[in-house]
């Protein structure tokens, strides 16, 4: 079954802690991409990559990292500098930069 | 700016009370607009892609038409399973790369 894994499910970190979320596709798709989704609010875009070894921010990146080793793999890091960490993570791919984005099941980070 | 707004935030239903669902969009240059099913902690489910005004695509009870403004996902004999939150995002122009703006999302509830 082809699809997007993302782990863990439920994440739980101390103030100050860095903390990667994992998300791995099997899609073939060249594009990969992080959102945060927080109550009654839309998806906002943190970080996308359309090419292994290459990502570009998105909307609100500050606080995030990212790394694009592998097509396959789309890490993002929380660091300690994300003021309000606490969030539903949500990572898509698509198999170019206009079609439709496929979503994985998501991370909710809780931070305390 | 570019700028999604959906209406209305909540609506329900009875089963079987048809109704639609509204996306308003200002982008310039649309290239694409996205309907997805969003159940509760979960990932969106891709539904829908249009692209140009006057397209209209079907799947079971649900129908997503464009315009050169908004698009509407209408609900046709909606059963309690069609419960959900549905959003809906636009594709920015190629210049700005492969970004969908989304927005806050309907939350759909039918009752028996």
């Known amino acids: 079954d082809g699809g997007i894994t993302q782990s863990p499910k439920y994440l739980f970190r101390k103030e100050g802690q860095n903390v990667t979320l994992s998300c791995e596709q099997n899609l073939n798709h060249d594009a990969m991409y992080w959102y945060r989704q927080d109550p009654g609010q839309g998806l906002r875009l943190i970080y996308y990559?359309?090419?292994?070894?290459?990502?570009q921010k998105g909307d609100i990146a500050e606080g995030y990292s990212v790394s694009r080793e592998k097509k396959e793999s789309f890490p993002l890091t929380v660091t300690s500098a994300q003021k309000n960490p606490t969030a539903f993570y949500l990572c898509a791919s698509s198999d170019d930069r206009e079609g439709e984005q496929y979503f994985g099941p998501g991370t909710r980070l809780t931070v305390t | 700016e570019d700028q999604v707004t959906q209406s209305p935030e909540a609506l329900r239903l009875q089963e079987g009370e048809s109704s639609s669902l509204n996306c308003s969009y200002t982008v310039s240059g649309l290239r694409g607009l996205f309907w997805y099913r969003q159940d509760p902690g979960k990932g969106p489910e891709f539904l829908f892609t249009l692209y140009s005004a006057g397209e209209e695509k079907e799947k079971e009870r649900l129908k997503a038409t464009l315009t050169k403004k908004e698009s509407f996902l209408h609900i046709t004999a909606p059963k309690p399973e069609d419960s959900a939150t549905y959003l809906c995002?636009?594709?920015?122009?190629?210049?700005?790369?492969?970004?969908?703006?989304f927005g806050e999302g309907t939350q759909l509830t039918v009752n028996p």
């Open positions: 990559s359309q090419i292994v070894n290459d990502f």
């Open positions: 995002a636009v594709a920015r122009p190629e210049t700005s790369g492969s970004r969908l703006t």
